[in-house]
């Protein structure tokens, strides 16, 4: 007999060979509330601006004010509707965007603000709240997927943990993690100048062979059989889903999605040779094999100091937009003609925005008063701006929404609605979201 000191050895042994697979929650079990809806084909693309992104550069510009700054704003495809010159793909498709540009939160620290947008809630107390990607899994998700429900492309997680985990749903609700900027190792360029983007833990650790691998799996199959029937449900449960589904991934042919290599040159090109605009065509192959949520970050992984702008802002901002406009406008263009994008739906969003004036260091500093977000693609009506900004940008005029709306807008736009409910380990349910969604931007 087996003693659990021998088998957690064992296990830590295995955790090598896989590569340290159990951090990371893969298979999400569908939720009982939908288990009868399987014809829901339903997918979420979150871009996360990491380090605060400024709206005054780029959807809310103030040309005739002060504040403006260096950059021009141009018309975009819908009259009225105005964006900064550095995106003009995506101001040539802009019917399918609609700007919240009334965004104001009360998060000003970089930590806090990214729990509070990436959950819907304040960051305090003793609930651990999932981060929205976790959660929209946990109900658009389907049992029997070859494929996680939630990856993540190219994270930087430093700011705050927490946010982007699964919370009370537990690991099984958690992202992969794909190419992740706070991990050395998860990414680097390949002769031709694309980041190699990693799977996290999904190849086998340097010196174990195929066949090595499979005797210790044979081993471990064992052991968890018998120490399962004596511990069916909590941890150990939980453990063994995270590992069946890292094996089972690790052998099909469903990781052959994260091989961007098999596309075309000219299309590759056009996402861009960067860590956003890459994650942003895996997206795409990630939702044609019925992902349903991914999230690319644009930021921290870009280089230098990402969206953190509080010095030398335009040069910075000029360079992430173009990363941005190649990146989204091609995903979006690359949905639609697979016939995708209607049932894609997109938000764009930092953890806050930044200061309207322009400081001594030619920089904007944290902003969360009066500040924009994105939606677009599926569930959403586009080509409008809903709210407003004073002239000097410093104050919401009206349409004032918060992170709670934000986030009840893109579940009801999902078509899951802002009513349904997550049940947390103690049985008792919880919103997904507690806003009220803005009615105006639902098609």
Known sequence: MTTPFSRRRLLGSLAAGIGGISVSGWFPALAAQLAEQKERKRHCILLWMSGGPTQTDTWDMKPNHENGGEFKEIQTASPGLRFSEHLPKLAAQSDKLAVMRGLSTKEGDHGRGTYLMRTGRVPMGPIQYPCIGSALANQLGTFDAGL?????????RAFNQDAFGAGFLGPRFGPLIVGASDIPGSMSNDVDGYPELR?????????????????????WKGLQSSFLAKHKAGAAATQNTVYE????????????????????????????????????????????????????????????????THSDNFTAVQRLSTDLD?????????????????????????????TPQINDGAGRDHFPAAWSAVLAGGGIAGGQAYGSTSEDGMMVKDGKIAAEDLLATLVEATGVGSDAMLINEDGRPIP????????????
């Open 148 to 156: 996680p429900s939630f990856v993540s492309v190219g994270p930087y």
């Open 245 to 308: 589904g890292a094996v089972r991934l690790m052998n099909s042919e469903d990781a052959k999605a994260f091989d961007l290599s098999d596309e075309p040159e000219a299309l590759r090109e056009a996402y861009g040779k960067t860590v956003f605009g890459q994650g942003c065509l895996m997206a795409r192959r990630l939702i044609e094999r019925g992902v349903s949520f991914i999230e690319v970050s644009l930021g921290t992984n870009s280089g230098g100091i990402g969206w953190d």
């Open 199 to 219: 799977v996290q833990g999904m190849n086998r650790s340097g010196g174990i062979t195929e066949a090595r691998m499979e005797k210790r799996l044979k081993m």
């Open 326 to 354: 190649n990146g989204w406008a091609t995903l979006m263009t690359d949905l639609e003609d697979r016939g995708l994008l209607e049932s894609t739906t997109i938000l764009w969003m930092g953890e806050f925005g930044r």
């Open 432 to 443: 997904i979201a507690e806003g009220t969604p803005v009615k105006e931007v639902l098609a």
